[in-house]
């Protein structure tokens, strides 16, 4: 009798540990699919999927497609998308500007086409600010003024900086930095770079 129950609940687990598959869609120009080539995307905390495209900002609620563009958005293209702590989506061009949704609506945060020249640039919206990463520099923006602080860096980064739990992680020289909200380093792992 004993062996009967263990074998009804052994059944019974097997059963219920097969999990649900994940639901896949596969979306096409004829659903309404914007673009073919897409940068970037982000499922936001109403879990709404950001596109970042080669056409623009478009966001999908899981029927339709809305596009945000803005009138002194200089090109369609747009890249690097973020979410701030404020829930808003940001968002950058190749021209040097910088863009976030606001109540629906893309807002035109700065432009520093002259400063960035042409160059597209990683970045990181924190709780105060903007910060932009072109070469071995970086440029803060406060987000309540908008004033730009041009600071010295002896930061090199190489490939993307990513959202890490509490802070950011980096790449510098021959090291992968954890850094807090502030780009401090907390730790770092050296990585062995060999040549062929």
Known sequence: MLRQI?????FVLCYISFGQQPATIQLTERDGLPDVEFYSLLEDYKHYIWLASNKGLHRYNGRSFKHFKHVDQKGNAVFGIKQDHLNRVWCNNISGQFFYVEDNKLNLFIDLGKTLNGELSEFIVTENELIIFPGKSNIRVDLTSRQVINK?????????IEDARNGYLFTKGNFIIKADTNLITIDSLKIDVFDN
């Open 6 to 10: 263990f074998q009804f609940f052994f």
């Open 152 to 160: 010295p860096s002896e930061n090199v980064f190489f490939g993307a």
